[in-house]
């Protein structure tokens, strides 16, 4: 699988796991089966992937509105939409069933 790395921070498959949508226990399994420190992001590294997406296209994420909700680790917030640039809270997003995975690991910086 190819990835995209941002050295000292994060290192982020290049396009979606799998080819179809999860329930967020679904997410979690697939997530764990990488190994290797592989792991949802979280919301603030959500919000740096969708800056870098916004600004230089990095990322090929879905962008519409029945496809763009991508899993989160948070426990509060669950969904981000990259077509609106905006989260989704478990009360919000209790009727969403499946959403993406966009599965990151942190890296160190190597030297």
Do not use: Q
């Not at 919000?47 to 680790?73: A, C, E, H, M, T």
């Not at 609106?84 to 069933?97: I, K, N, P």
């Amino acid at each position: 699988m190819e990835t995209i790395k941002i050295p000292g921070l994060l290192e982020i498959y290049k396009s979606d796991l799998g080819s179809s949508a999860f329930t967020y226990k679904g997410a979690l399994v697939e997530v764990a089966k990488l190994g290797d420190g592989w792991r949802l992001p979280n919301i603030v590294e959500i919000d740096y992937l969708y800056k870098l997406y916004k600004k230089y296209g990095i990322g090929d994420f879905k962008y519409n509105i029945v496809d763009g909700l991508y899993w989160l680790s948070d426990s509060a917030v669950k969904n981000f939409s990259f077509l609106y640039g905006s989260y989704m809270h478990r009360t919000a997003s209790m009727f969403v069933e499946v959403g993406f995975i966009r599965p990151v690991r942190s890296i160190k910086n190597e030297g």
